[in-house]
């Protein structure tokens, strides 16, 4: 499930869950809060909060959702899937990252010998 969290500096953090070769992968992306991704994004999570409430259970008296349909729909969420050429893109990118040699490529590929 995608998750934010709002910084300061007007930036969103959005989370978000594939599924890959039956592993799950979690993918952090942090966006301007004005992107229209950050703003497609926070309207989900408007869609999915207001969708939760109506879901629990309620107070006795009141008649409470039930059967399989709707415990396999809790259980069986289907997570989005990831390719290998996202997974590849997504490991050199942490790679990068991690390792501190992004400025490095940068200035190595706009050379000759890039």
């Given at each position: 499930?995608?998750?934010?969290?709002?910084?300061?500096s007007g930036k969103v953090t959005?989370?978000?869950?594939?599924?890959?070769?039956g592993e799950e992968v979690k993918?952090?992306?942090?966006?301007?809060?004005?992107?229209?991704?950050?703003?497609?994004?926070?309207?989900?999570?408007?869609?999915?909060?207001?969708?939760?409430?109506?879901?629990?259970?309620?107070?006795?008296?009141?008649?409470?959702?039930?059967?399989?349909?709707?415990?396999?729909?809790?259980?069986?969420?289907?997570?989005?899937?990831?390719?290998?050429?996202?997974k590849s893109k997504l490991d050199?990118?942490?790679?990068?990252?991690?390792?501190?040699?992004?400025?490095?490529?940068?200035?190595?590929?706009?050379?000759?010998?890039?």
């Amino acid at each position: 499930k995608p998750q934010e969290k709002p910084k300061d500096s007007g930036k969103v953090t959005i989370t978000k869950t594939f599924d890959f070769a039956g592993e799950e992968v979690k993918v952090t992306k942090e966006v301007d809060s004005n992107s229209k991704e950050a703003k497609s994004f926070l309207k989900q999570q408007e869609k999915l909060q207001s969708a939760a409430p109506a879901s629990l259970p309620t107070v006795s008296g009141v008649k409470r959702p039930s059967g399989m349909s709707s415990l396999l729909g809790k259980i069986g969420a289907k997570k989005q899937k990831m390719s290998t050429l996202e997974k590849s893109k997504l490991d050199w990118e942490n790679f990068k990252e991690e390792e501190g040699i992004v400025e490095e490529l940068a200035i190595h590929n706009r050379g000759k010998d890039g």
